[in-house]
């Protein structure tokens, strides 16, 4: 639950060591300034000979990520750009974890000075135990992200014979992930707290992307319903949308996309701009 999991005050007091090891040095040491001490133990030999530590931020969320398809299939595609996935529950977080360290140790190559044989050697993907709901800003500054994804923010049900509890159920992912209530009853007034599209808008940077799918058509439209409102975002027209690379992905990638697949189910995707400030 919450109060076990741990964040930082603010972006400037994360040590993104663990996660990003080719990348950062431990932050502890950084303040001292003894960086040039060379005490890289933890770092791959590749990383260490063309990689300039402590430069880059990361700049790809994967809010919710579950499993970690989606981050594993971005890794090359985006090789210098670090991607962070985000996820709630402690075990999943560290399945993805094991996942990413196997991946790095066999993709890592065998003489010191070669390149890894996977654009990025998955040295660019991160996972992060965390509430997304409540600590982004504790986590990202203004600007920083370039794309956020909200793949399945749904569970996959089998049979819609559970109906009702299914939408409970989806109602309080929503909540979690975008702060408000879904409904499927068009009678009863939907409502979200612009507060969770605020701060979604505050760390992306203008022009930055929001990315969304799911197999729930209701859910679809109650979400862009919501972006389409808030004044910081607009719509991406469908041609453009089905030319980017990070759609294809995640249509086919993520754990529960393929789940969808195999179930003969529909996607629904929806992405939308981060707009300019207005002056
Ligand atoms: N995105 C993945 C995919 O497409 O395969 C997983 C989809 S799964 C149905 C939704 C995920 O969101 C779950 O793994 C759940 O634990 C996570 N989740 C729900 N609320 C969250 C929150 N507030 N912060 C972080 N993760 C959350």
């Known amino acids: 639950s919450d109060h076990r999991l741990s964040y930082p005050a603010s972006p400037a007091d994360m040590d993104w060591s663990d996660y990003f090891p080719a990348y950062f040095s431990k932050k502890r040491k950084r303040d001292e300034t003894v960086e040039e001490s060379g005490d890289h133990e933890d770092r791959p030999a590749d990383a260490a000979n063309d990689i300039t530590l402590d430069t880059k931020k990361v700049e790809i969320a994967d809010i919710g990520c579950g499993f970690g398809g989606l981050l594993i299939s971005l890794a090359p595609t985006f090789p210098d750009t670090l991607i962070l996935g985000m996820e709630i529950r402690t075990q999943v977080t560290a399945y993805v974890q094991d996942r990413i360290t196997a991946l790095r140790t066999q993709t890592q190559s065998k003489k010191s000075g070669d390149k890894a044989d996977v654009p990025g050697g998955y040295q660019n993907i991160g996972i992060i135990r965390g509430n997304a709901m409540k600590f982004l800003p504790n986590f990202f500054e203004k600007h920083q992200l370039s794309k956020m994804f909200f793949c399945f923010p749904d569970p996959h049900f089998k049979t819609r014979k559970h109906k009702a509890r299914i939408i409970s159920y989806v109602r309080s992912f929503c909540l979690s992930l975008f702060g ?56 991406i027209p469908e041609e453009e949308q089905e030319e980017d690379v990070c759609v294809k992905i995640m249509r086919t990638d993520t754990e529960e996309g393929k789940k969808v697949e195999r179930n003969k189910g529909s996607k629904w995707v929806a992405c939308f701009r981060r707009i300019e400030e207005p002056i």
């Open 180 to 235: 408000g209530a879904y409904d499927t009853d068009k009678e009863t007034a939907m409502w979200t707290s612009p507060t969770l599209l605020c701060e979604y808008a505050y760390i992306l940077r203008p022009g930055g992307i929001v990315y969304s799918i799911t197999d729930v058509e209701d859910l679809h439209k109650w979400m862009a319903k919501h972006l389409d409102e808030h004044p910081m975002f607009e719509r």
